[in-house]
C-alpha cells in the first residue's frame, strides 16, 4: 500500500517568513495529492490540491510543488500570518485504482508574531 | 450543497462498555465513506472506508467494526472499549469523481 512520510513534524517561524513543508510517497501510480490544515480540536480542511498532470498550484499565500519523478510534494506558505498557526497534513490518493486518502504524520506550524 | 454530520460530539465511556458513532451525508449519493482515528498529538489513521452500502474495508485490526446500513450512513461500533480506543474520531466522505475527503466535525471519544 501507499506510505506517506512528512517532515518536519514541527516548524516554528517569525510572521511574515515563509514556511515549507515537505512529503515523499511511495506509490508511482498515485495521481492526487491534497493538503489539509487542522486547527486544535477542529476537523482537517483541505486548503489546496494538485494532480498528477500538474507540477505546481497557487492559492494566494499557499502554494503546493509536485515532483512525480522524486515522488515527492511540498507545501509552500508565504508571508505567514499568526492564524497560519496549526498542524498541517498531506496525502496521496488515487494509487492502483484506490480512493482512500493515506496521510503524512502532520506538522504542527507555530507562526511568531 | 453536500453535509456531513456526526454525533456525538464529545463522549465518555467505560472501558468494556458499548460503542456507536454515526455519521451521515446529505446532497450527494453513493459517497466513498471513511472512518479515521487520530490519537492526541498524532496523525490521522484509517480505520475503515466504504465504496458502497454493506461494502466495508478494514485497514487496521482492533475492536472496532463498521457497518453501511443505508447509502449515507456510515456507522462506526464496538462491543467492548479498551482504554486504548481513546481519541478523536472522524468520519469523512469522498465524491467518486475525484478523492478529496470532506471530514465531519468529529467525536472526541474518553474511555475511562
Redesign the interface.
Known sequence: GENVEQHPSTLSVQEGDSAVIKCTYSDSASN?F?WYKQEL??????II?IRSNVGEKKDQRIAVTLNKTAKHFSLHITETQPEDSAVY?C?A??GAGS????????TKLSVIP | SQTIHQWPATLVQPVGSPLSLECTVEGTSNPNLYWYRQAAGRGLQLLFYSVGIGQISSEVPQNLSASRPQDRQFILSSKKLLLSDSGFYLCAWGDRRDTEAFFGQGTRLTVV
Open positions: 492526487y491534497p480540536g477542529k476537523r482537517p480542511q483541505l490540491d497534513f496525502a490518493s488515487g480512493y482512500q486518502l493515506t496521510f503524512g504524520k502532520g
